[in-house]
């Protein structure tokens, strides 16, 4: 019997190479709950030849029949889910001081994803308060032991790994009823597993075309990763590209280290970013809803003097007066002159360079977007390959994904909700994404969604609204995941898509200095009216806001959180440890977030950022004094619209609507209208009152 167990286990050794770290975590010396996430009939396999002898394994009286050869050679308990006698059985081993292992999904995953958590696993650790340890097996849901077939590419010989987690105890509380612990228990198992899963997949040192060429390794280099409304493009061509266009750019740019992006959605632009990060060039991804005069302060906050574009888009996008406007100022390299250039040779060694799986051997690993904040001039954020990366196994851990899913991404680059959700999500994870390259063509974007089978959807509430109005009831038949993000989703959006559609929209929660999702509803954890929880890997805590009695601002850190700022005229800020959010918001005990209001100065209309502060400096500089304040309120068309306060009554719309056309800022800065106030409400600190300047604009309370 003792040769028939190690030849086994030098077989499965041999053929997965597994490897167990943390294993020293595990005191098995003192009663422990051990569970472990369920990916396929292996399992507790490969974790008996880790476990010590005494280890108790438990299995599904069905899997134990299928599986009695093996389960011969360990402890074992055959359990019927349905039999309330089992748990008896599973709590008499723990409390004889013995070690348990039991899979608290308790079944093999279908989907890749973590299911969801039976209550019997915080029964066991409530009723014996023995130490739970989580364990993370990665590796065999791509085996053909899996459930996975046609869902991930299967391998005959995957790489193998299981990690122990930080220890929990669960402690009863008397003041709630049974079933509520047990709830409570559940939930807390897995959001620890939710935790252990990102913590097991996430890298401290990344660069992303490296990660793209792993993410080809696993899902085959034939698999088609993007599409757009003229062409497709597989992993192969993809990293081909990548390396021919980064030779002809490590060429052009003679060393330059950060580079402009002024590009649509569109297969060149996830090829232009993968051939910037094989480089170890920084792209600094540029909006080109923007008006010239803020295209160019961000092109000197960060030090750009040379930008990448595309003479095809600058055309069709009708863009010729922002080239005319930065010329001069910026040089500019079109991609189609580059592709152009490039001779055999040069196609000849990416061939050779792809083939022999040449990896990026870059210092720096970054990328940089902007956003308006407080100050007059954009900020640029300074994303590093780790924080987006971070961001992305995030995700990961809370939805379930898979090759079969399909993502449609309308929502452009330059915000971070695109680029990272919409664009590096599924060429990381290994699903592909068709690229559109304006959110705003309603009809067209639902024919789409219908003609290309997307199961997976993002979008503000304000472009959500418009597919759901212009498409037919069957348009969005494959969604899976409809999420909204950027501004607040309207309750009428969220019912006209359940009564519509049948489908249920997911509010998340995030800003472009954490990569950029925060918090996010989904099946496993939705809570109508908020915007979820926070992301596993996110610490959070909350700072009383003055005049404000309940919820605070929310401060957070984590792996996806900024490197730091780049502030114009004065350079790099780095990142604080907490990054405050500048919103106001409250938490449940259950960790759901609401939020309340933005404390920022800033305001979201159809998703884009528009700093209220600037207005108001603007409107000084305009008409020659500073007695104005901004607030905003909601807009059924917009998502808010920005209203400018003043005690001054001459001032009119007309003079700075051609004051900023003049200086050539971006007409969003225009409020949506004037209202006159006798004086402006100040705080005791002498600040402006702006939540109860906010309290008049929505009671409506102003002189006209």
Same mark, same amino acid.
């Given at each position: 019997?003792?040769?028939?167990h190690?030849l086994i286990?030098l077989?499965l050794? /041999?053929?997965?190479?597994?490897r167990?770290?943390?294993?020293?975590?595990?005191d098995?010396?003192?009663?422990?709950? =051990?569970?472990?996430?369920?990916v396929?009939l292996?399992?507790? /396999?490969?974790?008996?030849?880790? @476990?010590?002898?005494?280890?108790?394994?438990v299995?599904n009286t069905?899997?134990?029949?299928?599986?009695s050869f093996?389960?011969?050679?360990?402890k074992?308990? *055959?359990?019927?889910p349905?039999n309330?006698?089992?748990?008896?059985q599973?709590?008499?081993?723990?409390?004889?001081g013995e070690?348990?292992v039991?899979?608290?999904?308790?079944r093999i995953?279908?989907t890749?994803g973590l299911?969801?958590?039976?209550s019997?696993?915080?029964?066991l650790?409530?009723?014996?308060g023995?130490?739970?340890?989580p364990i =993370?097996?990665?590796g065999?849901?791509r085996?053909?032991?899996?459930?996975?077939k046609?869902k991930l590419?299967l391998?005959?010989?995957?790489?193998v790994?299981?990690?122990v987690?930080t220890p929990?105890?669960?402690?009863?509380? !008397?003041e709630?009823?049974?079933r509520?612990?047990?709830?409570?228990?559940?939930?807390?198992?897995?959001?620890t597993?939710?935790? !252990?899963?990102?913590?097991?997949?996430n890298?401290e040192?990344?660069?992303? #075309?490296n990660?793209?060429?792993?993410?080809a390794?696993?899902?085959?280099r034939?698999?088609?990763?993007?599409?757009d409304?003229?062409?497709?493009?597989?992993?192969q061509?993809?990293?081909?590209?990548?390396?021919l266009?980064?030779?002809?750019?490590?060429k052009?740019?003679?060393?330059?280290? %950060?580079?402009g992006?002024?590009l649509?959605n569109?297969?060149?632009?996830v090829?232009?970013?993968?051939?910037?990060f094989?480089?170890?060039?920084?792209?600094?991804?540029?909006n080109?809803?923007?008006g010239?005069?803020?295209?160019?302060?961000?092109?000197e906050?960060a030090?750009?003097d040379?930008?990448l574009?595309s003479r095809?888009?600058?055309?069709?996008?009708?863009l010729?007066h922002?080239i005319?406007g930065?010329?001069?100022?910026?040089t500019?390299?079109?991609?189609?002159?580059? $592709?152009?250039?490039?001779?055999?040779?040069?196609?000849l060694?990416?061939?050779?360079q792809?083939?022999?799986?040449?990896k990026?051997?870059?210092?720096?690993?970054e990328?940089?977007?902007?956003?308006s904040?407080s100050?007059?001039k954009?900020?640029?954020?300074?994303l590093?390959?780790?924080?987006l990366?971070?961001?992305i196994q995030?995700?990961?851990?809370?939805?379930d994904?898979t090759?079969?899913?399909?993502?449609?991404?309308?929502l452009?680059?330059?915000h971070? #909700?695109?680029l990272?959700?919409?664009?590096?999500l599924?060429? =990381?994870?290994?699903f592909?994404?068709?690229?559109y390259?304006?959110p705003?063509h309603?009809?067209?974007?639902?024919?789409?969604?219908?003609?290309?089978?997307?199961t997976?959807?993002?979008g503000?509430s304000t472009?959500?609204?418009g597919?759901g109005?212009?498409a037919?009831?069957y348009?969005?038949?494959?969604?899976?995941?409809?999420f909204a993000g950027a501004?607040?989703?309207?309750?009428?959006?969220?019912q006209?898509?359940?009564?519509k559609?049948?489908i249920?929209?997911?509010e998340?929660y995030?800003?472009?200095e954490?990569s950029?999702?925060?918090?996010?509803n989904?099946p496993l954890?939705?809570k109508?009216?908020t915007?979820g929880? @926070?992301?596993p890997?996110? !610490?959070? $805590?909350l !700072? *009383?806001?003055?005049?404000i009695?309940t919820?605070?601002?929310?401060?957070?850190?984590?792996?996806?959180?900024?490197?730091?700022?780049?502030?114009?005229? %004065?350079?790099f800020?780095?990142?604080?440890?907490w990054y405050?959010t500048?919103?106001l918001?409250?938490?449940?005990a259950?960790?759901?977030l609401?939020?309340k209001?933005?404390?920022?100065r800033?305001?979201?209309?159809g998703?884009e950022?528009?700093?209220l502060?600037?207005v108001?400096?603007?409107a000084?500089?305009?008409?020659?004094?500073s007695?104005?304040?901004?607030?905003?309120? %909601?807009?059924?068309?917009k998502?808010?619209?920005? @209203?400018?306060?003043?005690?001054?009554e001459?001032?009119?719309?007309e003079?700075?609507?051609?004051f900023?056309a003049?200086?050539q800022?971006s007409?969003?800065l225009?409020?949506?209208?004037v209202?006159w106030?006798e004086?402006?409400?100040?705080?005791?600190?002498?600040?402006?009152?702006?939540?109860?300047?906010?309290?008049i604009?929505e009671q409506?309370?102003v002189?006209s």
């Amino acid at each position: 019997m003792f040769l028939i167990h190690a030849l086994i286990k030098l077989i499965l050794t /041999i053929w997965f190479r597994p490897r167990l770290t943390g294993l020293h975590k595990i005191d098995f010396s003192k009663p422990s709950i =051990i569970i472990p996430n369920h990916v396929s009939l292996l399992d507790a /396999i490969l974790l008996s030849f880790s @476990l010590p002898k005494q280890t108790t394994f438990v299995a599904n009286t069905e899997i134990a029949k299928k599986f009695s050869f093996f389960l011969r050679f360990r402890k074992h308990l *055959a359990v019927d889910p349905l039999n309330p006698y089992s748990i008896r059985q599973m709590i008499r081993v723990i409390k004889n001081g013995e070690s348990l292992v039991i899979f608290p999904e308790g079944r093999i995953t279908t989907t890749g994803g973590l299911m969801k958590m039976y209550s019997g696993v915080g029964y066991l650790a409530l009723r014996t308060g023995a130490t739970v340890y989580p364990i =993370i097996i990665q590796g065999l849901e791509r085996s053909i032991f899996s459930y996975l077939k046609g869902k991930l590419r299967l391998s005959w010989f995957p790489r193998v790994t299981s990690s122990v987690g930080t220890p929990f105890v669960l402690h009863r509380q !008397e003041e709630l009823s049974m079933r509520e612990q047990k709830a409570a228990a559940s939930d807390k198992v897995l959001k620890t597993m939710q935790h !252990e899963l990102f913590l097991a997949r996430n890298k401290e040192h990344v660069n992303l #075309f490296n990660e793209m060429l792993e993410a080809a390794r696993l899902n085959g280099r034939k698999t088609q990763i993007a599409k757009d409304t003229a062409s497709s493009i597989t992993y192969q061509t993809l990293i081909i590209g990548s390396h021919l266009l980064g030779s002809k750019l490590k060429k052009a740019l003679a060393g330059k280290q %950060t580079v402009g992006v002024l590009l649509p959605n569109a297969i060149g632009h996830v090829v232009t970013l993968f051939s910037l990060f094989r480089n170890g060039t920084t792209p600094a991804i540029l909006n080109f809803s923007l008006g010239i005069r803020s295209l160019l302060d961000c092109c000197e906050t960060a030090g750009i003097d040379t930008v990448l574009t595309s003479r095809q888009f600058i055309e069709k996008g009708k863009l010729e007066h922002l080239i005319e406007g930065m010329r001069g100022h910026v040089t500019f390299l079109y991609l189609e002159d580059i $592709k152009s250039s490039a001779t055999a040779a040069d196609k000849l060694t990416a061939l050779l360079q792809a083939a022999s799986g040449k990896k990026a051997e870059a210092a720096v690993n970054e990328l940089i977007l902007f956003t308006s904040g407080s100050e007059s001039k954009p900020k640029g954020v300074i994303l590093t390959h780790a924080n987006l990366f971070a961001n992305i196994q995030q995700v990961r851990s809370v939805i379930d994904l898979t090759s079969k899913d399909k993502i449609f991404n309308a929502l452009p680059m330059f915000h971070s #909700f695109g680029l990272t959700a919409g664009t590096l999500l599924p060429v =990381i994870a290994g699903f592909p994404v068709f690229l559109y390259p304006s959110p705003l063509h309603y009809k067209v974007i639902s024919e789409l969604c219908y003609d290309q089978n997307i199961t997976m959807l993002f979008g503000t509430s304000t472009f959500l609204a418009g597919y759901g109005r212009y498409a037919h009831p069957y348009n969005f038949y494959s969604l899976r995941y409809v999420f909204a993000g950027a501004e607040k989703l309207k309750a009428d959006v969220r019912q006209m898509w359940m009564d519509k559609f049948g489908i249920r929209i997911f509010e998340g929660y995030g800003a472009t200095e954490t990569s950029p999702i925060l918090s996010l509803n989904t099946p496993l954890a939705n809570k109508s009216g908020t915007v979820g929880r @926070l992301l596993p890997g996110i !610490e959070s $805590k909350l !700072e *009383a806001v003055e005049g404000i009695s309940t919820g605070g601002q929310l401060l957070v850190k984590g792996a996806n959180v900024m490197k730091g700022y780049l502030i114009h005229g %004065t350079g790099f800020q780095p990142a604080s440890e907490w990054y405050k959010t500048g919103d106001l918001v409250e938490m449940d005990a259950e960790g759901f977030l609401t939020i309340k209001s933005r404390i920022k100065r800033f305001a979201k209309i159809g998703g884009e950022m528009v700093s209220l502060n600037l207005v108001e400096e603007l409107a000084a500089q305009c008409y020659g004094h500073s007695d104005f304040a901004t607030v905003t309120v %909601t807009d059924s068309r917009k998502g808010e619209r920005v @209203l400018l306060y003043t005690s001054d009554e001459t001032v009119r719309l007309e003079q700075l609507r051609a004051f900023l056309a003049e200086k050539q800022y971006s007409p969003l800065l225009l409020p949506a209208s004037v209202q006159w106030i006798e004086k402006l409400p100040l705080l005791g600190s002498g600040k402006t009152d702006y939540v109860t300047l906010k309290q008049i604009a929505e009671q409506g309370m102003v002189k006209s």
